[in-house]
């Protein structure tokens, strides 16, 4: 099956321009599409062109490399294309076939690997294609450096972006086009093309019109049949096949080359957004699955509003439009206006006139309500619609997998982790058993289940090896750069930080900030969480004004793009706080911390860890200013919630335990103090082991006890 990504294969020469190859990949990782490529290493009686053949023919297009050396080629030249190298084979068989093409001319300027010279009669062959490609083919670029190469790529992103419509709402646009060119552009194009000639030339003109509209109309209609039975009852992969299949039968009856009929697609395909016969949510999709986001956002909104201003009887197509664009601006970033979309789109909804449009409304209702931070309201939610998704469409159905799992998303943000635990698992297991284990949903899933078993534990190696193995498999699967991929690479680097590694996880933290600056945006939520794991790591080396500074400009961005009360804007807040002490600013550490903790504490709860941690953070600013005894009655609350709500041995119980015993020795009360700091010693000797940066702390503190 191919890859949602759209696959573009590399043809180059390898001994040549391995490492240029190496660079046009990864620029077209970082824009959303899988790069192929296939080495040259054919053996004494080896051919390579059916593998070549194969290779092109799952790609969605080639863009070929071209330099200065002819490579392997087959022994005996080729029935088609004569005497050709192999790297020269794979362009002029995806032209043959119908594929995008596109062509980079290195010069001599150009950086090549260093390889052996080749005979001369295979340089004058290779130098006879380069001039071919020139001649022959638009399409070319040519580059003198590196650099010069990676921008050439980068300037091919609206081109290469049309490759994004080969899913099944393109599909669907093609048929809307197919539409147009019946209804009126062909005929407008051939319009163009009457000249003022006598009334026997316009005649003829006129007839060759009527025959190509009625072929047209034949192809309109095959072509609709053999589509709508694929995504009726068929897989992607055969469906791709059938939209190749309809292309190509189309083209012929037009009498064109498949280049020549997919330009014209191309040239014409925002036209479908006037054509009547598409539906307003079919463009939005469309939009969508070209990356057009802020345009089908827009697009989504502006027809909503105005179907709200015609009053129309019916909502239900309103109540899409709202939903496509609150699923835009989710994918945007901009999480209040997606509640807002979403509200809208329920509050139009009706649970007895129409159940499924109310129950999309409700779901998307809920996935804005998590994004914002509402997280009990989000659970009241989805516990409401969930018996009744099962009851309706039953247990196994996406919809309902997906509301359980946003159950248990809204319990595990609120640490709730032993009932979120028991949601992912079952969701985990019926997604296995039906999507199978390497499905993007099964590994979200294995993903989000992995998060739970460890986010209350300390056994942080385990946790590294387990996001580890999922890691590979989505690397694989959905490519270096998805947005889940880089997600679960984040999550690793909080593991290494968790271990007391914390130079190698800010290197692999800036690594995963720097692709996702450059594919989501420098204000995206992603990105801006990811700038803050960078301060963390910082702040755990001991650069505390540097991690200050990270943290204050994103919470600059912070509350502008999500709002000042945003679960992500108060956690930068705490990320501020928490830098102040290491200064000496303790007072003004004390003051944030407050203010924090009064919004957590009506947002969140007052048992929310969140709200639990900006309590610590207010203890030990008052522990610092020698306020112990107020400190002493902060930690003795925290303590006993957190024990409580999070167990006697997570990770942050402890941290209370060390921090009250801290607080108990300066108040004199050194027997107390001391079995609270053994405590904390014993169990993080067991789940962190000894030499652990926090084992150490605790080991220090039992000493100076016991000296005393």
């Known amino acids: 099956m191919l890859p949602s990504r759209p696959v573009i294969f590399i043809s180059a020469v390898s001994k040549e321009l391995h490492s240029t190859r190496d660079l046009v990949a990864k620029t077209l990782l970082a824009m959303g599409y899988e790069p192929k490529w296939q080495d040259i290493a054919p053996t004494e009686t080896g051919d390579l062109r059916a593998v070549l053949r194969k290779w092109v023919d799952e790609s969605h297009a080639v863009l070929q490399i071209v330099g200065h050396r002819y490579g392997a080629a087959p022994k005996e030249p080729d029935p088609t294309f004569g005497p050709v190298s192999y790297t020269q084979y794979e362009a002029l068989y995806a032209h043959a076939k119908g594929k995008k093409v596109w062509y980079i001319i290195i010069d001599e300027h150009h950086p090549t690997d260093p390889a052996d010279p080749e005979p001369e009669d295979l340089k004058n062959l290779q130098a006879a294609y380069r001039l071919q490609v020139k001649a022959h083919h638009g399409l070319y670029h040519s580059s003198d450096a590196a650099l010069s190469t990676e921008n050439i790529v980068l300037r091919l992103r609206d081109d290469l972006a049309k490759l994004r419509r080969r899913g099944r709402q393109f599909a669907t646009l093609i048929l809307a086009l197919l539409s147009l060119a019946i209804g009126g552009i062909v005929w407008n194009i051939f319009r163009q093309e009457k000249t003022t000639g006598d009334v026997a030339t316009v005649k003829e003109q006129e007839t060759r019109q009527t025959q190509e ?244 534990s300390i056994k942080h190696s385990e946790a590294e090896a387990e996001y580890r193995a999922v890691l590979a498999i989505l690397q694989r699967v959905l490519g270096l750069e998805h947005p889940t991929t880089l997600k679960a690479r984040s999550t690793v680097a909080t593991t290494l930080d968790s271990q007391g590694k914390y130079a190698e996880a800010e290197a692999e933290k800036c690594a995963v900030l720097a692709i996702q600056e450059r594919v989501l945006g420098p204000e995206h939520p992603d990105t801006l969480g990811s700038r803050m794991s960078v301060a963390s790591s910082l702040w755990y080396q001991g650069k505390h004004a540097e991690a200050e500074a990270k943290c204050r400009a994103v919470l600059a961005i912070q509350k502008r793009v999500l709002g000042s009360e945003h679960p992500d804007t108060l956690r930068s807040r705490m990320g501020v706080a928490g830098a102040l002490p290491a200064q000496g600013k303790h007072a003004d550490a004390e003051a944030e911390y407050r203010m924090v903790s009064a919004i957590l504490q009506r947002a969140l709860g007052p048992e929310h860890p969140e709200t639990l941690s900006s309590r610590m953070g207010i203890a030990n600013a008052l522990y610092s200013q020698g306020k112990h005894a107020e400190a002493e009655a902060e930690h003795r609350a925290v303590l006993a919630i957190r024990e409580r709500v999070l167990g006697t041995e997570h990770p942050e119980t402890l941290s209370s335990c060390h921090n009250l015993s801290l607080t108990l020795e300066k108040l004199g009360q050194k027997e107390e103090a001391l079995v609270l700091a053994r405590r904390a010693l014993a169990v993080r000797n067991k789940m962190l082991g000894e030499n652990h940066s926090d084992s150490q702390d605790a080991k220090r503190q039992v000493e100076w006890l016991e000296r005393e």
Request: glycine share 6%; hydrophobic share 40%.
């Open 213 to 456: 509209l009625k072929l047209l109309r034949q192809a309109q209609a095959d072509m609709r049949q053999m589509l709508e039975s694929s995504i009726k009852g068929g897989s992607e992969e055969k469906l791709l096949q059938d939209y190749d299949a309809a292309l190509r039968f189309i083209a012929a009856r037009r009498g064109l080359s498949m280049a020549a009929f997919q330009s014209w697609l191309e040239q014409n395909a925002t036209l479908a957004l006037d054509d009547p016969s598409l539906s307003l949510k079919d463009k939005i999709l469309a939009m969508q699955e070209a990356g057009q986001f802020i345009q089908a956002r827009d697009f989504a909104i502006a027809n909503a509003d105005r179907l709200a201003a015609e009053r129309q009887e019916s909502k239900r197509e309103e109540i899409e439009l709202r939903i496509e664009a609150s699923n835009s601006e989710i994918t945007l970033g901009h999480y209040p206006a997606a509640l807002e979309q979403s509200i809208k789109a329920l509050q139009l909804a009706d649970q007895k006139q129409d159940f499924p449009t109310w129950g999309k409304a409700k779901q998307q209702m809920g996935r804005a309500l998590i994004v914002t931070g509402a997280y009990q309201a989000a659970l009241a939610l989805y516990e409401e619609l969930v018996p009744l998704l099962e009851k309706s469409i039953g247990p196994e159905h996406p919809d309902t997998l997906f509301c359980r799992t946003g159950v248990a998303h809204a319990l595990n943000f609120q640490r709730k982790y032993a009932e979120a635990e028991m949601q992912y698992r079952a969701v985990f297991a019926i997604q296995e058993r039906v999507l199978g284990s390497e499905h993007q949903v099964t590994l979200e899933a294995r993903y989000n289940l992995v998060g739970v078993q460890y986010g209350r």
